[in-house]
């Protein structure tokens, strides 16, 4: 039985069931607000969610028990009092490597630590006192820090990213930082900006392998890449097949470091589903080479946009479930690791996150 | 002493009473009065940089006010989300 913990425009959804049978919807929590993501900590089991009310700002909740009853809102979640700057949004939550640790990304470009499993939250001082962060610049979403990716067994290495002030790298438990964006090609950019490093460099979605953590893969805004050296330099690997390389967001199968998932769009002016057909592209050797996997997927005038935290899995390997949602409402999975796919839910509000557990 | 009024999820966080007699000498000094009682309140009205959240109106005896609107005693002061959308 796989749940998956879904995030939308108008509340927080609970499914389970198996690939290709009939899920069933088990919790609505939160309804009318917008859920910008949630997910479930498997080491603990409380759920977590960020709500963003549009009349009182964002907020972390959490429950141990039943989500249908009352959620804690936890504490911390705020920058500075008396600055400039106030907490946008928050984007992504992700699980540390020590127990208890989790991190919270969220606009204008920050990265918030909890180490009682999301009760208590401080900001992390290394990234918010970024000399150059005056000089960041917001992507479309925001000053969105959208992506955490810890190393396995090593709590001290972290990488995030940042749309649109590109890759941060720590190596001491989030102390100090550094860019990791050599490589890069904006190609949104001209030529004589990238010679700024504060000048936009839009990152869509980054994961780490967890089989062999200095291989990452990146979605860009425009271009897809990856990167051998933990995120330091990176290569594009955005032709061999690819429709486009627009897209938002992408997945790894833990079980192979040459895998990568992603979901192309025609383009930023244009952020819908090629030839009105809905496919996943698959890559099983570092890039080299892309294959789409859209069978049981809508293939005629669907034009769908899938948000850069809307696709998740579960397992891996030959086990390997895939899960992604779309602003449409609908909800597909793959139980075969992309072979094959079939309808989870439709008529959803848009879906803004997808966790499978 | 003026009369804040929330109501809604302000009102449960507010201990659950919708009117709360506060001192202070302008909206934002009785809103950080409300959140000194009530501290579950802080952060969902002002936001860290000392502002009125944007979808947020204020009225002060019916009139629209900000941060910087002065109360005097008896003054009544009504927290409410703004009405937006198309």
Known sequence: ?357 | MAVVCVRGPLRRLAGGRAEHELDGATVLELLRALELCHPAVEGWIVDERGQIRRHINVFVNGERGGGATAVRSGDRVEVLPAITGG
Not at chain 1, 6 to 16: A, D, P, Y
Not at chain 1, 52 to 70: C, H, L, M, Q, V
Not at chain 1, 185 to 198: G, K
């Open chain 1, 1 to 357: 039985m796989t749940e998956l913990v879904v995030g939308t425009k108008k509340g927080l959804f609970l499914l389970e069931g198996e690939p290709g049978s009939d899920y069933e919807i088990k919790v609505r929590a939160f309804a009318g607000q917008p859920v910008d993501f949630a997910t479930r900590d498997t080491r603990s089991g409380r759920l977590l969610a960020t709500v963003t009310s549009p009349f009182y700002g964002p907020k972390i909740f959490y429950t141990d028990g039943d989500p249908d009853a009352e959620w804690e809102q936890a504490d911390g979640v705020a920058l500075p009092e008396g600055g400039d700057w106030a907490l946008e949004r928050i984007w992504v939550m992700a699980r540390g490597e020590v127990d208890g640790t989790v991190y919270a990304g969220g606009d204008p470009g920050v990265l918030f630590e909890s180490h009682d499993g999301g009760a208590c939250w401080e900001l992390n001082a290394g990234l918010w006192e970024q000399p150059s962060r005056s000089h960041w610049q917001p992507g479309g979403g925001g000053l969105c820090l959208h992506s955490i990716c810890t190393w396995p067994g090593d709590p001290d290495k972290l990488a995030v990213a940042v749309s649109a002030a590109g890759i941060w790298l720590t190596e001491d438990g989030g102390g100090t930082w550094r860019r990791g964006n050599q490589g890069l090609n904006p190609s949104y950019l001209p030529e004589e900006a990238l010679r700024d490093e504060n000048a936009g460099r839009c990152v869509h979605h980054v994961e780490r392998a967890p089989k062999q953590p200095d291989r990452m893969f990146m979605q860009f805004h425009g271009g897809v890449y990856r990167s051998d050296d933990a995120g330091a330099s990176w290569t594009d690997i955005g032709g061999g097949g690819l429709p486009s390389d627009f897209g938002f967001p992408l997945m790894v199968d833990p079980a192979d470091p040459d895998s990568a998932y992603v979901i192309p769009l025609v383009a930023d002016m244009d952020r819908v589903t090629p030839d009105g057909r809905v496919r996943v592209y698959e890559t099983r050797d570092a890039g080299s080479h892309w294959a789409a996997r859209g069978d049981g997927l809508p293939a005629e005038h669907a034009y769908l946009t899938v948000l850069r935290q809307a696709f998740s899995r579960a397992k891996d390997g030959g086990q390997l479930e895939l899960y992604f949602g779309a602003t449409s409402g609908d909800l597909f999975g793959s139980g075969d690791a992309g072979s094959t796919w079939s309808t989870v839910a439709t008529r959803l509000p848009p879906v803004f996150s997808v966790v499978a557990i």
